[in-house]
């Protein structure tokens, strides 16, 4: 692979020495409210330079690190089947490099295809997932694929009791009433992530985080921002509570929609989490 040029932050060096692959799947083609979460990775490598590589949090630097940016997949617009398959493809590619994909959104039903690649290497994989939303309708205006509907294709995928879902606000009733069956749905907080977290320590986990989850006080930059969420300091201790697994297979951020927050802030926030995950996770 190409390295690209207009890299987020330290994710410089070559593909072939790299341990993590960073790459943009902008699409938002099933958003339900407002578009634009498609123009975010190129938004985040663009303000990324305002931000330092070192966290002082962790007193760890992404230069540390051998993290490769691979830029933004050229997805089709319109076609969210295509759109998938050629994710599918790319992460697939990645796992059987030995490297860990790292995905910016997009919309969430991207993860969908980078979970789907993950799942042909490791059979047992279990998804935490954190998002002010349940995602578990099974269609949504008759749609199967959808960013409504994407935690319900994922578990069609790793079945029962694979997915553990926090600080869930919003959904159908008829959501949280399947989700009592066949997911682990913590609602508005992350209280059971530390025992969550002793029980994955030996299995294969993918992390995908919807921004949303955050407060749209906190992060305004999102197409369907829904009050009550959690702040930034909540989500850091949660992120940090997960360094203790040793098993992160990759991970995603999605969601962001850049424009509806001009003044700049969610999109430095949604850089500066994914800088403090990469250190942990990799």
Wanted: net charge positive.
């Amino acid at each position: 692979m190409k390295k690209n040029i207009n890299t987020f932050l330290e994710f410089d060096k070559k593909y072939k020495k790299s341990t993590a692959v960073l790459f943009g799947a902008p699409f938002d083609g099933t958003t339900s409210f407002k578009p634009g979460a498609r123009f975010a990775p190129s938004a985040m490598r663009e303000d990324s330079y305002a931000l330092e590589s070192y966290s002082p949090y962790l007193d760890k630097d992404l230069k540390e690190l051998n993290l490769f940016d691979a830029g933004d997949l050229e997805l089709p617009f319109g076609d969210k089947k295509k759109t998938l398959k050629k994710i599918e493809k790319f992460v697939s590619k990645i796992v059987k490099d030995n490297k860990k994909p790292i995905m910016i959104g997009g919309e969430h039903l991207v993860s969908l295809a980078c979970i789907k690649a993950l799942t042909k290497k490791y059979d047992d994989l279990h998804i935490i997932h954190f998002d002010a939303h349940t995602d578990l309708r099974n269609d949504y205006l008759g749609e199967k694929l959808s960013h409504a509907t994407v935690m319900r294709r994922i578990h069609n995928i790793v079945g029962d009791d694979k997915i553990y879902q926090f600080c869930i606000r919003s959904g159908l009733k008829e959501e949280f009433e399947w989700a009592k069956k066949h997911t682990h749905l913590e609602k508005f907080t992350a209280n059971t992530l530390n025992s969550t977290i002793e029980k994955l320590k030996n299995k294969p986990v993918y992390l995908t985080i919807d921004l949303d989850v955050l407060d749209p006080s906190v992060f305004s930059g999102t197409g369907t921002p829904e009050a009550g969420g959690i702040s930034f300091s909540y989500l850091m201790s949660c992120i940090y509570a997960i360094k203790e697994l040793n098993n992160i297979v990759g991970f995603d951020l999605v969601e962001l929609s850049p424009k509806y927050d001009q003044s700049g802030v969610s999109t430095a926030t949604a850089c500066k989490i994914l800088r403090e995950l990469t250190l942990v996770a990799i």
